[in-house]
Every structure is written in structure tokens, then in C-alpha cells.
């Protein structure tokens, strides 16, 4: 089981920027993908973006396609979500993700998450 720990939520007006950082621990990291869900009221958790456990493949969601950048540092086993050009569409609580299996190349769905953060708020006002 991995452990996660986010930061970096919190209010910024539409255009803005803001990083989310995701601390994990407890498996080995870069044997597993890890990534970021989000959830608005009212909506099912969706998928944001994810990094493979190789850290060669990086994948996203359409709607944050050229906004949003994953990247991880291994050495802080640390992943983190770079948001910029925010909308109000974005506003959510987002969660950080890892993979329950062993995997080098592949992204991350609802399926194959085994471990969950505890959510950050991220609020984009108009």
C-alpha cells in the first residue's frame, strides 16, 4: 500500500497558476504510475493526468491538455501537478493516485488505483 500526502491547493483567479505536490511512500518508487483525479460537486471523480512508473510516459485528460504538466521528482518521491491558464471549470477537489500493481508504461484509471490522498481543494474563480 502506498502512502500519499498532497499540498498546494487553494484559490486563484481565472488565468492563474498553482503546483499541487504529492509525497508518496511505502512501495518502491518508479514501480508503479502515479497521477491526479479530480472531483466537482455533483460529478464523478475524473481522470486528470497521470505519469507511468517509468517516468517516460506522461498522459492527460483533453481538457487540460497544453494547461496542465505531471512531472516527479525520484529522488523526493514526489509527484506534482503544474496548472496553468486555470478555469472555473477546473475548480475541484483533486487527488492524488497510485497505481495497485506493479507497472512501468501505463497510465492510471479509476480501476487500477490502489491508493488514494486525502484530496486538496482547488478553487478557480471567475
Known amino acids: 500500500q502506498v502512502q500519499l500526502v498532497e499540498s498546494g491547493g487553494g484559490l486563484v483567479q481565472a488565468g492563474g497558476s498553482l503546483r499541487l505536490s504529492c509525497a508518496a511512500s511505502?512501495?518502491?518508487?518508479?514501480?508503479?504510475?502515479l497521477g491526479w483525479f479530480r472531483q466537482a460537486p455533483g460529478k464523478e471523480r475524473e481522470f486528470v493526468a497521470a505519469?507511468?512508473?517509468?517516468?517516460?510516459?506522461?498522459y492527460y485528460a483533453d481538457s487540460v491538455k497544453g494547461r496542465f504538466t505531471i512531472s516527479r521528482r525520484s529522488t523526493e518521491n514526489t509527484v506534482y501537478l503544474q496548472m496553468n491558464s486555470l478555469k472555473a471549470e477546473d475548480t475541484a477537489i483533486y487527488y492524488c493516485?497510485?497505481?495497485?500493481?506493479?507497472?512501468?508504461?501505463?497510465?492510471?484509471?479509476?480501476?487500477?488505483?490502489?491508493?488514494w490522498g486525502q484530496g486538496t481543494q482547488v478553487t478557480v474563480s471567475s
Open positions: 493516485a497510485a497505481g495497485g500493481r506493479v507497472s512501468y508504461y501505463a497510465s492510471l484509471n479509476l480501476a487500477t488505483v490502489g491508493s
Open positions: 511505502g512501495r518502491t518508487f518508479g514501480t508503479y504510475a
Open positions: 505519469i507511468s512508473g517509468s517516468g517516460g510516459n506522461l
